[in-house]
């Protein structure tokens, strides 16, 4: 069963990485133009074209995001998707007095500074995010060491992809595609439990639960060097069919979800950034069916930022931290240890 952001009808994501590198870039496509929007609460994020999303402006619908690696170099990347995208646009048949444009919006997380083998010289996010772009499927989303969570850390472990996905009564599917690059903590101090632990589902990231001594682990600061920034960044989307400004506040709810996942989120080092997506597949949402698709956005990037932390490839890389296997999967009963991905 696909529990993932593909969940959704007429979204694909394609994801290429380097680990020599330590970096990689994720594009999520759409069948169709989708009305999307974006809530950036982070003091330091690397952003394309983002503010063609605010709901007063005129573009209220696009092709493609594009989520990476490398800070402002990744940037990059988004030349490669709309290099893709208009090879793709020039072969359909020509619509009189019209030019086809790709839209394309980018948001791109710190992993400068992971121990990876950067080039200093050359920007390889250009090939990287048409690469990315030509293999987006429907498959379900990669979890851990993937795409623009390839280099990711948090303040205590190594971050990651991570996605999930959940239908709301009215039947309303509602999915988060998360890169978690955090400055702070996704996990209680230095322990395994994780904060997103009250939305788990079925034991999906180790069943642990909130420690008793969690109240008090909240009080102390945990972050990365002030040397090293981060963000959290990713997508929410859903099959309903929402306006701008509902997808604005669809993509608010999601970083609601960065906060409950995240301690602390949105510092000024940070560059937390959330899309809104909606397909248009279903119909529009009477007002409380939308308020439980936007409580659902909460929960599912809640679960897709711990998931992220949690699938994050046991890599023995040198001077960055460990991942949550590599620290913690001892502790799982043999039930849990044989069923993780």
Known sequence: MNG???SIAGITTGHVQDLTARTGV?????????????????????????HLLEPEMMVER?????????????????????????????ALPPVPG?????????????DLANGGEKDPLHSPYAHMGAQAARAATAQPVPAGTAGAGTGATTATLRGGL??????????YRVSALMAVN??????????PHFWSAPFEQEGEFGGLGLPADSAAAAQHLLIKPDY???????????????????????????????????????LPQDGDTVFGVS??????????????????????????VALGVYHAAPLGWQNCVPSWQEKFAGLLPPHAQENRS
């Not at 955090?182 to 322990?191: D, I, P, Q, R, Y």
């Not at 439980?292 to 897709?304: C, D, F, G, K, P």
């Open 4 to 6: 993932t952001l593909t």
């Open 26 to 50: 994720s594009v999520i496509r759409f069948a169709r133009p989708a009305v999307a929007s974006v809530s950036v609460l982070g003091g330091a994020p690397a952003l394309r074209d983002t």
């Open 62 to 90: 696009i092709h493609a995001i594009v989520l990476s690696g490398g800070s402002v170099y990744g940037l990059d990347a988004t030349t490669g998707v709309q290099s893709v995208l208009r090879e793709e646009f020039a």
């Open 98 to 110: 019209k030019i086809r444009v790709p839209v394309v919006v980018q948001a791109s997380l710190f």
């Open 162 to 171: 991570g996605s999930a996905s959940m239908v709301t009564p009215q039947g």
């Open 182 to 191: 955090a400055v702070g903590s996704a996990t209680v101090g230095h322990g």
């Open 228 to 266: 090293v920034a981060g963000t959290t960044i990713g997508i929410v989307a859903t099959d309903a069919t929402l306006s701008p400004v509902q997808a604005k506040r669809l993509a608010i709810l999601g970083q609601d979800g960065v906060a409950r996942a995240v301690l602390p989120a949105h």
């Open 279 to 304: 397909t248009e597949e279903k119909p529009a949402p009477d007002l409380t069916a939308f308020c439980a698709i936007l409580q659902a956005a909460t929960l599912v990037t809640a679960r897709a």
